[in-house]
Each structure stands twice: as C-alpha cells, then as structure tokens.
C-alpha cells in the first residue's frame, strides 16, 4: 500500500512541478525555464525517496480491528472523483445543477459545492454571483479528478489532494485545479475544502484534443 501511495504522490508531484511554472498564451519555456523544471523535479524526488525510508504513521480509530482502511480510501477516492466530474461539467445548467445540490452539498460541503458551481461559468459572471444564481455553464464535458491521500493518521480527519481538469468553451486549452481536502474517512464526507489558485492554470496540449 505504502509502494502504491509513493507512486501516487510522485505523479502528482511531477504534475505539480510542471502545472507550477506554465504560462497561459506563452511560448515554449526557454533554457533558464526548463532548468528550474529539473530542478523542482529533483526536490520532490528527494522528498519522495526520503518518505521511502520513513514508516507510516499509526492510524488513530477505536474499532482498529473492524475499521477497513483500504476498503474506506477506496470508497472515498470514488466519492470524490464521481463528485467533482458531476459538479465541474457533468450538469448542463444551472437549473440541473441545483436540483442535484443536496447530493453535492452533503459530500462537499454547501460553501465548497458553491465555489465549484461557480467554476462552471465565466469568472467574472460568476465572482460576486449568489449560491444559486443562474448563469450560463461553460463545462461541457465532466471533470477529469485524481486523488490521492496523503495522511491518513487521523481518519477523521484525512488529508488528500486532487488534481482535477476540465475545458471551459470560452478557453483554447484545459484548466487544472488543486483541490486540498480535509476528508472523514469513517463518515465519508469532506470536512473543509480549499482550491490551490494556480497563477496561469491554463496549460498548453494538457488535454489529447489540444494536442
């Protein structure tokens, strides 16, 4: 499992490092560019390889001998996926949306489920706009997320990252979004939810159709 988690996260964290120093609308990155990419790839290597030799922290939970981890992170990660591929692109407006907002709003969070509706549209349509406003959605295509758990030492409280992209039709190319989450493992719902704003989110040839 710890082999698994290590390949998850050094995924991600090649993601990151690239995802870190894209500029939208900018040509490819010059000699000085590319060498900070090694760079920051190299330093999450280290950190991934030091992680290797380190042991997994205990998991705090009463019923430790009934309680299934594997079984409970698998069920999140499916959770999670379907839920942002519904909320980002998998609903045709805003009236759809709303009718489905109970189901989201239990597993993200009403404050959460907010911000994601509100990726749906153009931002500044959509910035100051009310929980339920209408506006025109510009997803039309479900989100792509992956996810992975990073800390798993309280179950109450999981730490976990997702990388999710989608492609708004105002946009040439895919936008990613990280997404950190506060996760309840034994209740299966998300305690608090924060988006990583990325400078310049858009990346170029990041989906095959841009390619």
Do not use: C
Request: aromatic share 10%; no cysteine; net charge neutral.
């Amino acid at each position: 499992m710890k082999a698994h988690n290590l390949k998850v996260w050094q995924y991600f964290s090649w993601t990151l490092a690239g995802a870190a120093i894209v500029v939208a609308f900018a040509a490819r990155p010059n000699e000085n560019e590319l060498n900070q990419i090694e760079s920051q790839i190299r330093n999450n290597d280290k950190i991934i390889n030091q992680a290797q030799k380190t042991p997994e922290a205990p998991v705090k939970v009463e019923k430790r001998s009934t309680f299934d981890l594997v079984a409970a992170k698998k069920q999140a990660i499916s959770k999670l996926s379907q839920g942002l591929s519904k909320a980002l692109g998998g609903y045709k407006d805003s009236t759809e949306y709303n009718q489905h907002r109970q189901e989201l709003d239990d597993l993200f969070g009403s404050d959460f489920d907010t911000e994601l509706y509100k990726l749906n549209g153009i931002p500044d349509d959509t910035y100051s706009a009310a929980a339920n406003a209408k506006f025109k959605f510009t997803i039309k295509e479900p989100a792509k997320a992956d996810i992975g758990f990073n800390d798993v030492s309280d179950l109450s409280h999981a730490k976990a990252v997702a990388i999710v992209r989608y492609k708004p039709n105002y946009l040439k190319y895919g936008v990613i979004r990280i997404i950190n989450l506060d996760y309840d493992l034994q209740e299966q719902k998300v305690n608090t939810a924060s988006l990583r704003s990325l400078q310049n989110p858009q990346l170029d040839g990041y989906f095959e159709e841009d390619k």
